[in-house]
């Protein structure tokens, strides 16, 4: 059974840095494209980023691009978002997402294994 146990979220002011960690298990975490979404109350969940098996082609939103950046590190089942120069606008739930393909996908429907969510609240 796959699990997908994510950290790192907190309370910031505008500005601040923060970095998410995704820790996998349960199948071969290098085949797998690997992504991060994000939802705000009352919104629905919208893509944040993604990264192939190989960390070698990345997505990103538009509303995230040249602040956050992902990464993983296969050796440690792990994947990671980096954010930097929070905004208000970044507060939401952040999700960690798997997919059962090596290439990275926009949209949720693409994955097929979701962690419980991490809350990331900037304060202005």
């Known amino acids: 059974q796959v699990q997908l146990v994510e950290s790192g979220g907190g309370l910031v002011q505008a500005g601040d840095s923060l970095r998410l960690s995704c820790t996998a298990s349960?199948?071969?975490?290098?085949?797998?494209?690997m992504g991060w979404f994000r939802q705000a109350p009352g919104k629905e969940r919208e893509f944040v980023a993604a990264i192939n098996w190989s960390g070698g082609s990345i997505y990103y939103a538009d509303s995230v691009k040249g602040r956050f950046t992902i990464s993983r590190d296969n050796a440690k089942t792990a994947v990671y978002l980096q954010m930097n120069s929070l905004k208000p606008e970044d507060t939401a739930v952040y999700y960690c997402?798997?997919?059962?393909?090596?290439?990275?996908?926009?949209?949720?429907?693409?994955?097929?294994?979701w962690g419980q969510g991490t809350q990331v609240t900037v304060s202005s």
């Open positions: 349960g199948r071969t975490f290098s085949s797998y494209g």
């Open positions: 997402a798997s997919r059962s393909h090596p290439d990275p996908r926009r949209t949720a429907s693409g994955y097929d294994y």
